[in-house]
């Protein structure tokens, strides 16, 4: 797994990383990160098996509500193996959130359910011994893996906005749900 990560992200650099790697002869996971620039989406789709065109990821509200913001101009790009990634997700102990308060546990459902739900790969950023009980059930739940895994991978569509700000996505599963 290569994790590339410098700004801005481009196709020409993401290429090139993805022609050395194969030299290897070994089977790779390759995400390049961060800021990916939209005008090179096909290159990502066919170079990488990830990509972010977002921040960091902090254990706050307003860290993943800018993630919402980028979700919908990637929905063309997305297909099995090459997956728009939301980055770590800051649920439980970190460095920077060593007493695990950042997040509600509302919260921390939301932000787990939200990378399932648009099909990013889902990286963990705290370590697992130290994960409460409400964090180990929330991320080995079989309904959210699946969701995440399935293998349509059918991108969310926006269905509705609210006024309050509530958006309506909707997702098709390979099984007809």
């Known amino acids: 797994y290569l994790k590339y990560d410098w700004v ?3 196709g020409y650099n993401a290429h090139r990383m993805k022609e050395e790697l194969q030299k290897s002869g070994r089977t790779f996971t390759y995400c390049t990160s961060v800021f990916s620039d939209i005008r090179d989406a096909e290159v990502f789709r066919q170079d990488t098996s990830s990509w972010r065109d977002n921040p960091d990821s902090h254990p706050n509200w ?3 509500t800018i993630r919402m913001e980028t979700l919908e101009r990637w929905r063309d790009h997305v297909c099995a193996g090459h997956f728009y990634d939301l980055d770590m997700l800051c649920v439980g102990r970190s460095q920077e959130d060593p007493e695990n308060k950042g997040l509600s546990e509302a919260e921390k459902v939301f932000a787990y359910t939200m990378r399932a739900f648009f099909c ?3 990286q963990i950023s705290s ?3 130290t994960l409460t ?3 180990l059930d929330l991320f080995s739940n079989d309904e ?3 969701v995440n895994q399935d293998a349509l991978v059918d991108y969310p569509r926006r269905l509705s906005d609210f006024p309050d700000g509530v958006r309506v996505y909707e997702r098709s ?3 007809g749900d």
């Open 120 to 122: 990013s790969p889902v």
């Open 62 to 64: 307003e860290n993943i």
């Open 127 to 129: 370590p697992l011994d």
């Open 144 to 146: 959210i893996i699946a």
């Open 8 to 10: 801005p992200t481009d």
């Open 133 to 135: 009980e409400f964090e």
């Open 173 to 175: 599963m390979e099984n």
